[in-house]
């Protein structure tokens, strides 16, 4: 069974940090394209950041550029998601996913869509 589970979220100040983790099993998705999403209730699910399937690409939406890393450890089958500078805006649940259309190319996907496998989420929480 393949899965994508989601840890590390919680609340933390506004100004802080977090991480969080993606791990994957039941299939290697080192050869995949990974990317993180967040959703508030009563909006549609937002892209965050996504990474091409070697680490070589990443990919932000403007308005975490600069504040969010997204790193990955084919190794460990885990994806991460570190959060700096941490606003109240983020405040969502985070998904992570993975794309076969990433498969062994350069490419990283900000799309829904292009995305085969997400996991739970986890909350993240910025109070001001």
């Known amino acids: 069974q393949v899965q994508l589970v989601e840890s590390g979220g919680g609340l933390v100040q506004a100004g802080g940090s977090l991480r969080v983790s993606c791990a994957a099993s039941g299939r290697t998705f080192s050869s995949y394209a990974m990317g993180w999403f967040r959703q508030v209730p009563g909006k549609d699910r937002d892209f965050v950041a996504a990474?091409?399937?070697?680490?070589?690409?990443?990919y932000y939406a403007d308005s975490v550029k600069g504040r969010f890393t997204i790193s990955g450890d084919n190794a460990k089958n885990t994806w991460y998601l570190q959060m700096n500078s941490l606003k109240p805006e983020d405040t969502a649940v985070y998904y992570c996913?993975?794309?076969?259309?990433?498969?062994?190319?350069?490419?990283?996907?900000?799309?829904?869509?292009?995305?085969?496998?997400w996991g739970q989420g986890t909350q993240v929480t910025v109070s001001s």
């Open positions: 990474i091409s399937w070697s680490g070589r690409k990443t």
């Open positions: 996913a993975a794309s076969r259309l990433g498969v062994h190319s350069g490419y990283v996907f900000v799309l829904e869509g292009d995305y085969d496998y």
